[in-house]
């Protein structure tokens, strides 16, 4: 069974610029998750979607940051100006109803100079 | 915030079992205690869950308390590469479909 997909690994830009980035989950899972994990911090959630219905964007910076999933499949996170705090790994993850359990992807490690 | 406190920092010899505490004093009735570990430069990778029975699976055992307000994970015959760091999670499952609160979880070192 293949894992979660993330794309880029890496991504280095300039502040006030904008990037995006890809997850693609584990096929039939409903539940796709994105995290930001902060140098020396445990992962924390910014959005959780449903199939294509956003279920938690509470930590979501919505003035800068993104996210879809269009089809219920995959989804991109965007931020838009990036700022230099915004710099660390994001991380996908999926779930299935049946599986209680969630996997991740490899993550994103963002820098922002 | 994090529900659990765990140690910032455990060592372990290789070929020896690694014993990783964590306590949860306020778990709730229909929480589950789960444990990921994340390896350097790696997503966080999925080990073991229970609500109050002891469970094992081909990576770990998780033991968990009787008034389930604390538990260890236990690897039996650790190696180099489960240097990581372990987080414990509580969890209501409800179906799934529950975000993870993760802390600072524990470093672990196994040595040579």
């Known amino acids: 069974e293949a894992g979660v997909a993330q794309s880029p690994r890496y991504k280095i830009i300039e502040k006030r610029q904008s990037v995006a980035f890809w997850c693609n989950p584990i096929?039939?899972?409903?539940?796709l998750y994105w995290y930001q994990q902060i140098l020396g911090q445990g992962p924390k959630l910014l959005i959780q979607?449903?199939?294509?219905?956003?279920?938690?964007d509470s930590q979501l910076p919505k003035d800068r940051f993104s996210a879809e999933r269009l089809k219920g499949v995959d989804s991109t996170l965007k931020i838009q100006p990036a700022k230099l705090e915004d710099s660390a790994v994001y991380l996908c993850?999926?779930?299935?109803?049946?599986?209680?359990?969630?996997?991740f992807g490899p993550g994103t490690r963002l820098t922002v100079l | 915030d994090a529900k659990t406190t765990q140690p910032p920092s455990m060592d372990c010899a290789e070929g020896r079992a690694a014993n990783l505490p964590c306590n949860h004093s306020?778990?709730?009735?229909?929480?589950?205690v789960y444990w990921y570990r994340q390896i350097h430069s790696q997503g966080p990778q999925y080990i073991i869950h229970?609500?109050?029975n002891n469970e094992t699976n081909e990576m770990a055992s998780l033991i968990i308390t009787e008034d389930r307000k604390s538990s260890t994970l236990i690897l039996p015959h650790a190696t180099l590469r489960d240097t990581a760091v372990y987080y414990c999670i509580v969890r209501a499952t409800q179906g799934g479909s529950e975000k993870l609160v993760f802390g600072k979880g524990t470093k672990l070192t196994v040595n040579p």
């Open positions: 993850a999926s779930e299935g109803y049946a599986t209680d359990t969630q996997y």
């Open positions: 096929s039939g899972h409903a539940t």
């Open positions: 306020t778990i709730s009735g229909n929480e589950y």
């Open positions: 979607f449903q199939n294509n219905g956003v279920v938690d």
């Open positions: 229970g609500l109050k």
